[in-house]
Structures are given as structure tokens and as C-alpha cells.
């Protein structure tokens, strides 16, 4: 009887033994075993959350800038008088029989204007936000201790779109003294139009470089715990290259850096009429670098002490400044253009990783 109770108590002593020896790696031993690196690679799927900020705009013309006007159709000026402003009736009737005609007032009796309003002027309802996108995710980590580890969030750098929202008018206003002032002066005010940044598909398009690095908590124990939940909280780096803006909106701007130029040329009423100038104004777009902070929830779930499953959600406060200028060789800056970005992206991961 005592050899049969020694027997059970030394079967029972045995049995985490036996499972050890049975399961190396899950048991219900403390886990100190743990793998100093590991890497996975899955889908990467990023969410901007931001809302479009409007765009800013400055031109070469300065407030209260006097420019001749040049030849302009009579019905040109008919059609940008202030409304509610004072004419007088001779220079109404002169300008309404050369309407009738269809004739041009000449540039020896057009005179001079004062500009205002395309010195700098704010776009409210306008800007860019950026597209929703799914790319090939790399994690790397390397663990200080079981629990604590560093991770390098990568990924193959994804095209992003950049959907332009609404329409950019330019408000011009001034004083004409056509005929010398002899007749009075012409208040002139007009809403030009620029372009509609919704109605050519993506504005604008960015290959998007966004590696992050985290400290990050796991829970649980290696060895222990097949499923172990973590924490992270880290910097993102964002660069942006490859920049390309829509052709119409690209267009659009060239045309306003025409009108710009015909002021800067003394041929102030081609700019309401949208004739070229002697100008060839280029575009270019560009996009500032940008740090943010950037958090994470996450698991991972080991199939074995080498390979593992891992799920995480993190979020990025991110936001950079796009600048759109249109130039020309003589001229200089005609156009610049500012918005920021604001793209706070949540960030979606899955993939599947190995431990060495």
C-alpha cells in the first residue's frame, strides 16, 4: 500500500515534467525564453481622418499696385463694375455704344487701374485630403526583456490621391481712370474664377514615406501565454516625393499665372479677359517633411516559439504644409499657395511573423 501511495505521489510530481517535455514551449512555467528579435509582414491599411484646410494664396501683384489697363472690350468693363457704384452717364453711354459694336476700348483711352485683392487672399472651404490606402507592412522588434521591446514600423511606400475640395476664385477689385479721368473713375469688382479642385478626380497625387519606431509593452509571458496583448507609443517621420498634380488643375494655374503676369506687363485688362501674356509660367508642387507622435494597440498570437500571428490598430497626429507655386523665368514667383494637410491616420495591420 505505502509502494502504491509513493508511486502516485511520484506520478503526480512528475506530470508538469511530462508536459514540459511534451510542450517546450507553452507550459505553465515562468516564461524566460523569449526571442530577442522577430519580424512580420502583412497588409498595411491607412485611414486619414483629417478634414481638408484651406489654401492661402499670395501673388506678385502688391495691395493698391497701380497697372495700365491696356486694350480690354468695352464689355469687359461693362460686365466688372462694382455693382451699386456711381457712373458717369457719358462714359456709360461710350461704353455701352463700343458694347454694342463689339469693339475694344484702346489702350490710349483704357488709362491705369489701382488692384486690390490679389495681394493675398484666404480660400475658405477649400484644400486637399488625402485617399484611404492599403499597402505591404514590414514590423521589426527587437526585445529588451520579455515584455518590453522596440519596433520599426515600414512598409513598401504607397501612392497616395489627394482629393481637392472646392473652387478657388481670385477677388479682384480696383479703380479705373479710363480716358484720363475726364470722365470719372470705374469701381471694378469680380470674383475670378481659378479653378474647381473637385471636378477633375484626385488634385493632386504623393508617394507617401512614413517608417515609425515605438516602445511597446507586452503583457503576458513567453512560453505561457500563446495570446499577449500590447501597448506602444512612439514618433512617426513623414516624407513625401514624387509629386504630381491633376493636368486640368495644373492648366487652371497657368492660366492664373497668365493674368498675373499680364498685370506685372501693363496689359491689366487681358487679365479679365484671360488672354496669355508673354509669360511661361510652370507649376510646381511640394510638400514639407512632418513629425507626430504616434500610438498603438496591437496582440500577437503564437502558433509556436517561432512563428506568430499579429493584429494592430494604431493612430498618428499628422499633418504637413503643401505649397503650389506658379513661376516664370522673367517674373519670378507670379503664385504661391499654401494649405495644410492634415492627415491623422489610423493605421490597420495584419500579418503574420517568425522569432530568431
Known amino acids: 500500500m505505502k509502494k502504491t501511495l509513493l508511486c502516485v505521489a511520484t506520478s503526480i510530481a512528475a506530470l508538469p515534467m511530462l508536459t514540459h517535455a511534451d510542450s517546450p514551449y507553452f507550459s505553465l512555467q515562468d516564461g524566460d525564453g523569449f526571442k530577442r528579435f522577430s519580424v512580420s509582414v502583412g497588409a498595411l491599411h491607412v485611414m486619414p481622418q483629417g478634414k481638408a484646410q484651406p489654401f492661402r494664396v499670395n501673388t506678385s501683384v502688391k495691395e493698391g499696385e497701380t497697372a495700365k489697363v491696356g486694350?480690354?472690350?468695352?464689355?469687359?468693363?461693362?460686365?466688372?463694375?462694382?455693382?451699386?457704384?456711381?457712373?458717369?452717364p457719358l462714359l456709360k453711354a461710350t461704353l455701352d455704344g463700343l458694347a454694342l459694336?463689339?469693339?475694344?476700348?484702346?489702350?490710349?483711352?483704357?488709362?491705369?487701374?489701382?488692384?486690390?485683392?490679389?495681394?493675398?487672399?484666404?480660400?475658405?472651404?477649400?484644400?486637399?485630403?488625402?485617399?484611404?490606402?492599403?499597402?505591404l507592412g514590414i514590423m521589426t522588434n527587437y526585445f529588451f526583456t520579455d515584455n518590453i521591446s522596440f519596433e520599426m514600423k515600414a512598409g513598401i511606400p504607397p501612392k497616395v490621391d489627394l482629393q481637392g475640395k472646392g473652387k478657388i476664385y481670385a477677388p479682384f477689385s480696383a479703380t479705373a481712370t479710363p480716358m484720363g479721368g475726364a470722365l470719372g473713375n470705374l469701381e471694378l469688382e469680380?470674383?475670378?474664377?481659378?479653378?474647381?479642385?473637385?471636378?477633375?478626380?484626385?488634385?493632386?497625387?504623393?508617394?507617401?514615406w512614413t517608417p515609425a519606431f515605438e516602445f511597446q509593452y507586452h503583457f503576458g509571458k513567453t512560453g505561457?501565454?500563446?495570446?499577449?496583448?500590447?501597448?506602444?507609443?512612439?514618433?512617426?517621420?513623414?516624407?513625401?516625393?514624387?509629386?504630381?498634380?491633376?493636368?486640368?488643375?495644373?492648366?487652371?494655374?497657368?492660366?492664373?499665372?497668365?493674368?498675373?503676369?499680364?498685370?506685372?506687363?501693363?496689359?491689366?485688362?487681358?487679365?479679365?479677359?484671360?488672354?496669355?501674356?508673354?509669360?511661361n509660367p510652370k507649376v510646381k508642387l511640394e510638400a514639407t517633411d512632418a513629425f507626430a507622435p504616434i500610438a498603438t494597440v496591437g496582440f500577437t498570437y503564437d502558433f509556436n516559439d517561432k512563428w506568430f500571428a499579429v493584429g494592430s490598430v494604431s493612430y498618428a497626429h499628422l499633418k504637413n504644409e503643401t505649397t503650389i507655386t506658379v513661376k516664370d523665368a522673367t517674373h519670378g514667383e507670379l503664385i504661391?499657395?499654401?494649405?495644410?494637410?492634415?492627415?491623422?491616420?489610423?493605421?490597420?495591420?495584419?500579418?503574420?511573423g517568425y522569432r530568431f
Open 224 to 279: 505561457v501565454n500563446k495570446f499577449r496583448p500590447y501597448i506602444g507609443v512612439g514618433m512617426m517621420y513623414a516624407y513625401f516625393n514624387e509629386l504630381e498634380i491633376n493636368p486640368q488643375t495644373e492648366k487652371d494655374l497657368i492660366a492664373a499665372g497668365h493674368m498675373i503676369a499680364n498685370i506685372k506687363e501693363g496689359n491689366a485688362g487681358a487679365s479679365l479677359e484671360g488672354k496669355k501674356s508673354s509669360a
Open 190 to 208: 469680380n470674383d475670378i474664377f481659378i479653378t474647381d479642385l473637385e471636378a477633375h478626380g484626385p488634385a493632386a497625387s504623393a508617394r507617401a
Open 71 to 88: 486694350d480690354i472690350k468695352a464689355q469687359t468693363v461693362l460686365d466688372n463694375i462694382k455693382p451699386g457704384s456711381s457712373v458717369n
Open 101 to 135: 459694336i463689339n469693339a475694344d476700348v484702346p489702350s490710349a483711352l483704357s488709362g491705369t487701374a489701382e488692384i486690390r485683392g490679389l495681394s493675398q487672399w484666404d480660400n475658405p472651404g477649400t484644400g486637399l485630403e488625402a485617399d484611404d490606402v492599403t499597402t
Open 336 to 352: 504661391k499657395s499654401t494649405a495644410d494637410i492634415e492627415i491623422n491616420p489610423i493605421l490597420a495591420y495584419a500579418g503574420v
